[in-house]
């Protein structure tokens, strides 16, 4: 028999937990011969929107759910110590799973990444990846990183851009990812110290194929593969892009169904529409992975559907089965000792 | 006679300059019966483009340019002496003209107006407050600082919010504008130590209608009417939302183009689209004001045409009849008494 890969899902996380975590769960199962699932969480509710039993299918259950809109998401994993997270955290951790999804709370999981699932000694700082669909036909861009980190520091934009180079080419498959800088300008000597100080870093590191500043107006245009960035700017751009998308789209279909001739075009323009809303809310891109830390853990976004959150736990196999996690502790103990 | 307002027009900046600027200038003072332009550049090629000659259009020679894709700013200030935008500006300074527009390089006007009509020194630092459309009904909503200051500090986002209060007040006609701080959450302690030190002064000062932290995602939905951000974070923000509409839409246009059944809906919305480009690129919003200089500064889009243009003077026209920047100030020397 084949290696099975064990992907730990906190199965009370998202705005649509348990019921369509624990279809998506039952989905990557039927899809993923290779993938065995544990669900974390409430043992009786779990069992009600499960299809049926499956030998590759556990329950643990926890009777503790960390809400949506916490507040202190530290505090919360402090203290919220039988809620599904924690415990999911803590096999991952214990080795009891290989690797961890969730569509709770962004800032929970990344804190339960770096608290309990813990932080890799080789990296500074962990990083939130996510992957970015653009208009240029099948080409997507990572985004690293997109909020975990807010202090920029130019150590920390250069460690995103190795970790996020190794994991297009270990998880995605990408030879010789194309690297930008997030800049306020493309020239060379933009941006504040740090942005200066990460330019020259990135420039001096002949492994990466890193091709200057970018500006956020290229966020979804797919010119590059990586975008690096601290945490505070990367959040700042892609909850733009976020918000500018649903804001334009949201006007559009007020438009169109405010008159019938509207409608009518609507109708016609149908298969359009629907190709702008992958791009926008993308089911198939499986979530964003919080690298650095000692064990795939990747955030399903909050409002996923059980397709959506199915693909993130193919994302997390796929994460598992490439090895990524020991790859980037190679890597970065390597630089670590260069450096230091 | 009533006083007339004498706006300075840089006419060589801009991508369609100085063909549109020029044509502007006199839409301009068609429109406006107050106001008169003086046009900075070179006077064969301006004399070519305008309509007649007009007793409140006046024309200063001016042999150099300075061009839109400038890499240093300053230093092209500095150096290009008869430069259209220089001599602009030195006039202003001079008070030969109450106020100045240009289409030209975003970088180089901020430096001109800082450096030659010169920062007022009850400011510490000059902020770009574009006024941004939203989907929301006749809300427009005030970003300030764009990315005059790359800098992040409390005190200077402090300040932004102060001046893009007086100037939605004085010049907009907003009686108690609404203000959020651009940060990466909603919750109060959200953000890095200048942000969190922002938010107090902010909420200290009750003359201001502060509401909090405000994410990137609501960028044009009209939540506020004032988003105080440092110039960096400003920046990335403000052009992550231009790139998404723009790719978005022109993603939208590619598809509506490339089958009969998309042509004949792309007709029946026409109207829509067009009610959605003007959010995306709006003509009467009159370009961006600099704020903390010693005159109405005002940067119209580099892709203006001559109705943009025309409106962009008409927004220098209600800067200078309203007085913002006495207001600015008096407002701003009074706050630096008291907290030194």
Redesign the interface.
């Known amino acids: 028999m084949s290696k099975l890969f064990k992907i730990g899902v906190d199965a009370m996380g998202g705005d649509n937990a348990p019921a369509e975590m624990v279809k998506g769960a039952y989905m990557a199962i039927e899809k993923y011969a290779d993938v065995e699932v544990t669900l974390f969480g409430r043992e009786d509710e779990i069992k009600k929107h499960l299809p049926a039993t499956h030998e590759r299918i556990q329950i643990v259950h926890c009777d503790d759910v960390i809400p949506m809109d916490i507040?202190d998401p530290a505090m919360a994993i402090r203290r919220q110590k039988e809620s599904s997270l924690v415990v999911a955290s803590k096999a991952v951790k214990k080795g009891e799973v290989d690797a961890l999804v969730s569509a709770g709370a962004t800032?929970a999981l990344i804190a339960a990444g770096t608290l309990l699932v813990k932080r890799l000694k080789s990296v500074e700082r962990p990083a939130l990846a996510p992957i970015i669909p653009?208009?240029k036909k099948d080409a997507t861009t990572i985004l690293c990183d997109a909020?975990a980190n807010?202090?920029?520091k130019a150590s920390f934009i250069y460690q995103n851009a190795k970790l996020a180079d190794i994991y297009a080419k270990t998880v995605l498959g990408i030879q010789n990812p194309k690297i930008g800088l997030?800049n306020?300008?493309t020239?060379d000597a933009k941006?504040?110290v740090e942005q200066v100080e990460a330019f020259a870093l990135l420039k001096n590191d002949t492994s990466l194929n890193f091709l200057g500043n970018i500006?956020?107006?290229?966020?979804?245009?797919g010119e590059v593969d990586i975008i690096a960035a601290d945490?505070?700017?990367g959040?700042?751009?892609?909850?733009?892009?976020?918000?500018?998308?649903?804001?334009?789209?949201?006007?559009?279909k007020d438009?169109?169904m405010s008159t019938t001739?509207?409608k009518?075009?609507?109708?016609?323009?149908k298969s359009?529409f629907d190709?702008?809303k992958e791009?926008?809310n993308p089911k198939t891109v499986g979530g964003a992975i919080l690298l650095g830390v000692g064990a795939p853990v990747i955030k399903s976004p909050g409002s996923s559907d059980a397709e959506t959150f199915m693909y993130a736990i193919g994302h997390a196999k796929k994460a598992v089965e490439n090895d990524v996690v020991s790859k980037i502790d190679v890597a970065l103990t390597a630089l670590k000792e260069t450096t230091e």
């Open positions: 507040g800032g653009t208009v909020g807010s202090e920029a997030l306020i300008g020239e941006g504040g500006e956020s107006k290229s966020m979804i245009s945490g505070y700017a959040n700042i751009a892609l909850k733009a892009v976020e918000g500018t998308a649903k804001d334009l789209l949201g006007l559009l438009e169109i001739k509207g009518m075009g609507g109708l016609l323009l359009t190709g702008i791009v926008v």
